[in-house]
């Protein structure tokens, strides 16, 4: 019954989700890295759904133009942007399913932001794609977000693809008026 109530809450809040406040859908972990996907709303109202490509484990990378200019990396999270409906997000999510069976080396970009330490997500940039061979056999997508003079690059395996896509389809269910 309690867990009845709390879901009851989670859709009327979510319903009305807070400008510059990530409301996840669904998360899951491989290889020490976490990934999710989740809704957000901009300053100027602009929904969209989003997927996270994992936190960054490279948090000290640095990029030198010359022996004297060099940075460290600040990025700690990705994201790119599904679309700003559950269909949209849909087709987003079989696209990149469709590119595990591309030739390697194959490249696309996304629409792509970081996420800031406030967990804000940041400017919109460019993300680019490209099919990569797994080490243990098999494919994943590496994903090269630049910011400034920081780049930083996250795999992300089709396994999470399938799993992430299974979990809004089970929200989309669940709360069928949150989802546009």
Known sequence: MAFVAMMSVA???????PVGMRMEIGETERD???????TYKDED???????SLGRV??????IRDDITDMSFDDIRETSICLGGTKDEAFATLDSILALYNEELETSVEFQGRAVTGSGRLGEPATSQCV?????V???RLQFIFTS?????STYLPKSVVKDLRRDLKI??????KQHR
């Open 57 to 62: 484990t490279k948090i000290l990378g640095a």
């Open 148 to 152: 400034g003079k920081r780049q930083v």
């Open 171 to 176: 929200d989309v269910k669940l709360h069928p």
């Open 32 to 38: 020490k890295s976490e990934y999710s996907l989740f």
């Open 131 to 135: 099919v990569k061979k797994n080490l």
């Open 45 to 51: 109202g602009t929904f969209g759904y989003y997927l």
């Open 11 to 17: 859709n009327v809040s979510a319903q009305n989700i």
């Open 137 to 139: 056999g098999g494919k």
